[in-house]
């Protein structure tokens, strides 16, 4: 057994887990020890400055010197730091990675995209294994980008990285509250040109299911079950008809900020973004239902995503 530490910084929050690596009988589980998020807003203006801004950085490294007192204290003999969109983006990433370096004592890796679709891939189908003969999406919808990987029980086929998400599309369009027409429409034409970038590499019309992971999706299936609280039990694996997905990311998407807020299940850092959120998720599920003929009719919801991936990938 091998205790670890995985760190996933993304575009809108940065989470740890600590997790002992069990092998037996040739197959390879995570027993969580620890397991934390915080929404620090890593790739607050990115998007347009193509830059860090200085209190993102402040929060980030503030959350990442409270993982460092987790890790010591847990002793985590290995950690892997990684980060996604909106590090990839910022010419100053620099300042990221000296800061990270030095609270950590590890070697942040800003990752490129399909890299982070693998990553994600291996975390979904660690805990919602693939039967032989299916063909499963993953998508991991995050704040600066979205990942697109069709896979089945062998590994990954196809995978494709496109910088739509739910930070990025609130800031860019998503100005209003709640959004204008225009606005949707604008984030729409964004969500459809990327799902057609997407679509160049990854033969979507051949998944036979899909899974969701990140925060975003995982909120959309609590709205969608009514939930009291946030639970993860309740949530993780749990597939529901398109339908119902998709009216939830509506509901979601045309609701004040003020009304999200009040939700029990809503963390306060997805507030202002989780429309966007929605607005994706209900638009790539539409695409996969056309494109596959209807095969695809529901959507199943997992806990487990690139942060499980990367504490695999220590061990």
Known sequence: MTRVAAID????SIRLLIADIERSNGTTSLKDVVREMRVVRLGQGVDATGELAPEALERTFAAAADYARLIQQHGAGK?????????????????????????????????????????SFAGA????????????????????????????????????????????????????????????????????????????????????????VAGSITTITAHALRLTEYSPNAIHGRELPLD????????????????RAALPYMHPGRVDVIGAGGLVWRRILERLAGLTGGRIATATASE????????????
């Open 125 to 212: 189908s660690s805990v919602l294994p693939i039967l032989d003969g299916q063909e499963v999406l993953v998508v991991d919808l995050g704040g600066g980008s979205t990942e697109f990987v069709l896979g089945t029980a062998a590994g990954v086929t196809a995978a494709k990285s496109v910088d739509i998400g739910c930070v990025r599309l609130t800031e860019r369009h998503l100005r209003q509250d709640p959004p204008s027409p225009e606005q949707i429409a604008a984030a729409e034409a964004d969500v459809y040109a990327a799902i057609a970038r997407a679509g160049q590499d990854v033969p979507l019309e051949r998944a036979t299911a899909v899974v969701g």
């Open 9 to 12: 910084c993304g575009t809108n």
């Open 244 to 259: 119902t997905v998709r009216a939830a990311g509506t509901d979601l998407l045309t609701m004040t900020r003020s009304a």
């Open 304 to 315: 487990h995503d690139i942060l499980d991936g990367i504490a695999l990938s220590i061990g």
């Open 79 to 119: 950690v892997r730091f990684v980060a996604t969109s909106a590090s990839r983006d910022a010419r100053n990433r620099d300042v990221f990675v000296d800061g990270i370096r030095e609270l950590l004592g590890v070697e942040p890796e800003v990752i490129s995209g399909d890299e982070e679709a693998a990553l």
